[in-house]
């Protein structure tokens, strides 16, 4: 990926994800989805990842992140912040903005620019509502030092009362969190990356971790080393964290022909994006 210019940053400002964050969900359509093998560019694109999917990775996820070294300049976490923002809607993210939450988890959280976009959103719903907000701490962990390095040095917290805190942590070993300690958790392309058993051991240490709710973005294209799992919801479901919002989404705003991500970052992958609500949410005195 090349470093992006002023014009790449405009040409996403059009994709109206200001005026509208969930635009991705309106877009998309199953007829559409038939379709997008007409679209050159992702068929092509599609290619390329099978093609060049790194060894490592497929071999073992979980010792490529270990072990990856990749610190980002800060104008293409910029530009994939904001890129991330289509197929990242936020799905029952007004809920992390509601009196009464105090700590939010992002597991996976990469190089920090989603946890940012968390907060911004948060920050945003306060503005808009002339409310001056209450201490909330969002805490991003991920299995990568580097990563984590890059979440430290880029993100920010948008808000004085906003605390942003990013620490290494490994989800499928568990971390050292007591019982529900965070009222929500995301998982933005974490399952997508974990074996079966991983993702299994993952799902019950989120459900352990998170008291009432749950936001899970992943793949449902299948790629070397990834792994669609379009139920999910199911097995959230059989955690104790009922589905009250699914969709899917493209990677990108859906034509015909070509691309409209000038960096073409991406195949126009499909995901799914969930929240999942607890079924039986503990209450606030036993866990304060
Ligand atoms: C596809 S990336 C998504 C990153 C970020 N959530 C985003 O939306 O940009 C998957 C992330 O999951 C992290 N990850 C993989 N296995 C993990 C584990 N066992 N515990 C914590 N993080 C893990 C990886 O290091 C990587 O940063």
Same mark, same amino acid.
């Given at each position: 990926m090349r470093i992006p210019t002023a014009d790449d940053f405009h040409a996403l400002e059009e994709w109206g994800l200001v005026e509208n964050p969930h635009a991705a969900i309106d877009d998309y359509s199953a007829e559409?989805?038939?379709r997008r093998d007409e679209n050159d560019r992702h068929r092509c694109a599609r290619r390329e990842q099978v093609e060049n999917a790194s060894e490592r990775f497929v071999a073992d996820s979980q010792s490529y992140y270990?072990?990856?070294?990749? +610190?980002?300049?800060?104008?293409?976490?910029?530009?994939l912040k904001r890129r991330k923002a289509w197929f990242q809607p936020p799905v029952g993210w007004e809920r992390f903005a509601a009196p009464g939450t105090s700590r939010v988890l992002d597991l996976g959280c990469g190089d920090g620019d989603q946890t940012e976009r968390v907060a911004e959103f948060v920050a945003g719903r306060w503005q808009?509502?002339?409310?001056? &907000?209450? +201490?909330?701490?969002?805490?991003?962990?991920?299995?990568?030092?580097?990563?984590?390095?890059?979440?430290r040095r880029h993100a920010q917290s948008p808000h004085g009362k906003i605390t942003l805190r990013f620490e290494s942590g490994d989800a499928v070993s568990g971390l050292d969190y007591a019982d529900d300690f965070f009222d929500y958790t995301l998982a933005m392309g974490l399952f997508e990356v974990l074996d079966d058993a991983d993702a299994e051991a993952v799902l019950d240490e989120l459900a352990r971790l998170t008291a009432h709710g749950v936001y899970v973005r992943d793949v449902l294209d299948d790629y070397p080393g990834l792994s669609p799992r379009?139920?999910?919801?199911?097995?959230?479901?059989?955690? &104790?964290?009922?589905?009250?919002?699914?969709?899917?989404?493209?990677?990108? +705003?859906?034509?015909?022909? &070509?691309?409209?991500? +000038?960096?073409a970052v991406w195949p126009m992958n499909v995901h799914q994006v969930l929240f999942a609500a607890a079924r039986d949410p503990p209450a606030r005195a036993d866990r304060y």
């Open positions: 559409r989805e038939r270990r072990e990856l070294d990749r +610190p980002i300049d800060r104008t293409k976490w910029t530009y808009a509502a002339g409310y001056d &907000g209450f +201490p909330l701490e969002i805490v991003g962990v991920d299995l990568s030092d580097s990563r984590v390095e890059n979440a379009p139920d999910l919801a199911d097995r959230l479901a059989d955690r &104790g964290f009922d589905p009250v919002d699914r969709h899917e989404c493209f990677e990108e +705003p859906f034509v015909t022909e &070509g691309s409209r991500d +000038p960096l």
